[in-house]
C-alpha cells in the first residue's frame, strides 16, 4: 500500500490523468537541458562509482586478510560512517572543502597555494563528497564475499609458483568478482538518486535529475512533469538492476549459485585466460618494489582514516571556543552546545525527530518482523519476488518513492502530519529490520520450535515462549537500527513534511543552506556519537547472543 501504490500512482500522474498524454515524456526528450541534466547524472554517478571501487577494494581485502587489531579499526571506520547521518558528513566536506575550509587553510600554511582554491559548489566537491559518502556502500558488500574465499588457495597458488601479485589477480580477484557486481551495482544506482550531497556541494553547472525532480514538485508544483522525470529515473535504475543481472545473475550474488551450470567452453577460455594473467604478472612482479606484505595494510590503514576524518574533526570543531571556524581551533568550550541546548527550535526538532522516529521504530518493527518470520518459516509461493518486493524501498531512489508516497498521503490528507512522515519513515525502515531478523532465524535450530508444538504448545505459544525470548536481541538491534533510519532522515522531510514538520535534520539542512553556523557542528557530531551508540549495543547483544 505504502510502496507499490504510491509507485503506480506516480506513474499515473505522469501521464496526466485524467487527460493521458505523453507530452510530459515528449518533452524531457526534446528539451536540450533535460538531456544534460541525465548526462550530468550519469556522469557523476560514474566517476563517484569507479573512484569508490578504487578506494574501497584494498580496506576491503585488509578488512578479510588482516589480524584482528587491523581488522577492528577497519570495520570500525567503515560501520561508523555508514551510520552517520549523510547531511552531517555533507555538512563536513563544507567545512573542510570551503575557501576559508581547513584543506584550504592547511595548503597555505605550507606555501602551496598563494590563494585559496575553489573546491566547493563545484564537481569536484560533489565527486569527493559522494564518494566518501558512498564508500562503506562499496565496501561491506565486497567484504562479505572476500570473508568467504578460503585463504588456503592462495597458499596454493604460492606453492605452485606464483608470485603474491599473480595469486592475486588470477585466485582472489576473480572470486571476490560477485562482492564487486554487487558492490558497483549498489553504489552506481544510489548514485542516481543521490540528492543532499549534490544540492549542498554542487553548483548550477552540476544539477542532476533528483534536484530537476525537487524543483518541479516542490518550488514549481508541477506534479505531472515531476512525476515523469521521477518515473524516468526509476526506469533508468530498473534498467540497470536488469542489465547487472544478465552480466551476474542475482542469485548468485545472493550465494543461492555457485554457478556450476556455466558452458564448459566458457570455463576452459576463462581458465587460459588467467594462466596468460598469471604469467604476466610473475614477470611484473620482479620489478615491484617489495613492501614484505604490509603494502595494503597500509594503504588501507590510510585510506581508513581518511574516511573517518571528516567526521572527527566536525566533532573537533564542535568544541572550539571560536563563534566561527578556525582550525586549529583557538580553546575549547561547550558554547556550541549550550547554545544548542538553550535554543527552543533546535530542542522542539529534536523532539519532533524522536517522536517521529519512534513511530516509525514501532511499526517498522512489528511489520518487518512479521516479513521476517513469514519469509524465513512460512512457506510462500513467490518468495524470491516477496524477498524482491520488500528490499526495494533501500534499492529505489529515495527520492523517488518519497515524491510518490507524497502524492498518496496527499490524496488521504496525511501530508504535513508527523503519522505520514513515519509511515514513509517505516516503509524506508523495514527492509533493514527484515534483514536483521532474518539473519537471526537463520541461525537458530527449527527443531526447538518443533518440540514445543510436539508438547502441545500452540502457534501463538510457541512463538511466546520460544521464538521470541531467542530473537528478542535481533529485534532490540533492528528497532535501533530503524530509530536510526528515521531519525537522521532529510529527503522524506522534505517531501512529505512540507514545510510544517520541522524535524532536527531538516533543521540543520535549513542552517547549512542559509549560514553555515558551528552549532551544526555539535548537532552534527551528537548525530554520530549516536549512530557509536547504536553499533555498539547492537555488537554488545550480538556477543551476548553468541555466548
Same mark, same amino acid.
Given at each position: ?6 509507485? +503506480? ?50 580496506? +576491503? ?44 587553510? @592547511? ?16 564537481? &569536484?566537491?560533489? @565527486? ?5 559518502? @558512498? ?21 596454493? +597458488? ?9 595469486? &592475486? ?11 564487486? @557486481? ?42 505531472? &512533469? ?21 552480466? &551476474? ?44 606484505g604490509r603494502g595494503i595494510p597500509i594503504l588501507a590503514v590510510i585510506l581508513a582514516t581518511l574516511l573517518l576524518?571528516?567526521? $572527527? ?57 512479521? $516479513? ?158 549516536? +549512530? ?16
Amino acid at each position: 500500500m505504502l510502496f507499490v501504490v504510491p509507485l +503506480a500512482g506516480l506513474l499515473v500522474i505522469s501521464l496526466g490523468m485524467p487527460d493521458w498524454t505523453l507530452t510530459h515524456y515528449l518533452r524531457i526528450g526534446d528539451s536540450p537541458v533535460y538531456a544534460a541534466v541525465l548526462r550530468t547524472t550519469l556522469e557523476i554517478s560514474l566517476a563517484v562509482t569507479t573512484l569508490a571501487f578504487v578506494l574501497g577494494y584494498p580496506i +576491503a581485502y585488509a578488512l578479510t586478510t588482516g589480524g584482528p587489531t587491523l581488522r577492528t579499526f577497519l570495520l570500525i571506520a567503515v560501520v561508523l560512517p555508514y551510520f552517520t547521518s549523510v547531511l552531517a558528513r555533507t555538512f563536513a566536506w563544507i567545512v573542510l572543502l570551503g575557501r576559508g575550509g581547513i584543506v584550504n587553510e @592547511i595548503l597555505l600554511q605550507l606555501g602551496l597555494i598563494s590563494q585559496p582554491i575553489t573546491m566547493l559548489y563545484n564537481r &569536484f566537491g560533489v @565527486i569527493i563528497g559522494m564518494t566518501h559518502i @558512498i564508500m562503506p556502500l562499496m565496501i561491506l558488500p565486497m567484504a562479505t564475499v572476500m570473508s568467504g574465499i578460503d585463504q588456503k588457495l592462495l597458499r596454493a +597458488a604460492r606453492a605452485n609458483g606464483a608470485s603474491p601479485l599473480a595469486a &592475486f589477480l588470477t585466485v582472489f580477484l576473480p572470486l571476490s568478482l560477485p562482492g564487486v @557486481i554487487a558492490g558497483v551495482l549498489l553504489v552506481f544506482i544510489y548514485c542516481l538518486g543521490f540528492y543532499i550531497t549534490p544540492a549542498l556541494l554542487g553548483g548550477l553547472a552540476d544539477l542532476t535529475i533528483t534536484m530537476a525532480i525537487s524543483t518541479q514538485v516542490v518550488d514549481q508544483l508541477n506534479w505531472n &512533469f515531476g512525476s515523469a522525470l521521477s518515473v524516468v529515473l526509476l526506469v533508468t535504475v530498473l534498467v540497470i538492476l536488469w542489465i547487472g543481472s544478465r552480466l &551476474f545473475p542475482i542469485q548468485q550474488l545472493l550465494g543461492f549459485s555457485d554457478g556450476i551450470g556455466r558452458d564448459a567452453a566458457a570455463r576452459q577460455m576463462g581458465a587460459r585466460w588467467l594462466m596468460h594473467v598469471g604469467s604476466a604478472a610473475n614477470a611484473l612482479d620482479r620489478w615491484l618494489p617489495s613492501f614484505g606484505g604490509r603494502g595494503i595494510p597500509i594503504l588501507a590503514v590510510i585510506l581508513a582514516t581518511l574516511l573517518l576524518l571528516p567526521v $572527527l574533526i566536525v566533532a573537533y570543531l564542535s568544541f572550539s571556543s571560536s563563534p566561527y571556524f578556525v582550525f586549529p581551533v583557538p580553546g575549547y568550550s561547550l558554547r556550541n552546545y549550550q547554545a544548542y541546548a538553550s535554543s527552543a527550535s533546535w530542542i522542539e526538532a529534536t523532539f519532533t525527530s524522536i517522536r517521529v522516529a519512534l513511530l516509525a521504530a514501532g511499526m517498522a518493527t512489528v511489520l518487518g518482523a512479521m $516479513l521476517a518470520l513469514g519469509l524465513s518459516r512460512g512457506r510462500i509461493r513467490g518468495r524470491g519476488a516477496m524477498v524482491a518486493l520488500v528490499l526495494s524501498p533501500i534499492i529505489m531512489p529515495t527520492i523517488v518513492v518519497a515524491v510518490a508516497t507524497y502524492f498518496l498521503l496527499v490524496q488521504v490528507g496525511l501530508q504535513g502530519t508527523e503519522f505520514g512522515l513515519a509511515l514513509g519513515h517505516a516503509v524506508h525502515a523495514i527492509p533493514f529490520v527484515v534483514v536483521i531478523v532474518v539473519a537471526n532465524l537463520r541461525d537458530l535450530n527449527p527443531a526447538c520450535e518443533r518440540a514445543a508444538r510436539s508438547l502441545g504448545a500452540g502457534p501463538l505459544a510457541t512463538f511466546r515462549t520460544i521464538l521470541a525470548p531467542l530473537i528478542m536481541p535481533a529485534l532490540i538491534v533492528a528497532a535501533f537500527f530503524a530509530f536510526l533510519t528515521s531519525f537522521d532522515d532529510v529527503i522524506y522531510v522534505l517531501f512529505l513534511g512540507i514545510g510544517t514538520v520541522n524535524t532536527l535534520p531538516m533543521r540543520m539542512w535549513e542552517g547549512i543552506k542559509q549560514d553555515v553556523n558551528p552549532i551544526i557542528s555539535a548537532v552534527a557530531t551528537l548525530q554520530t556519537a549516536l +549512530a557509536a551508540i547504536v553499533i555498539i549495543v547492537g555488537a554488545l547483544l550480538g556477543r551476548r547472543k553468541n555466548t
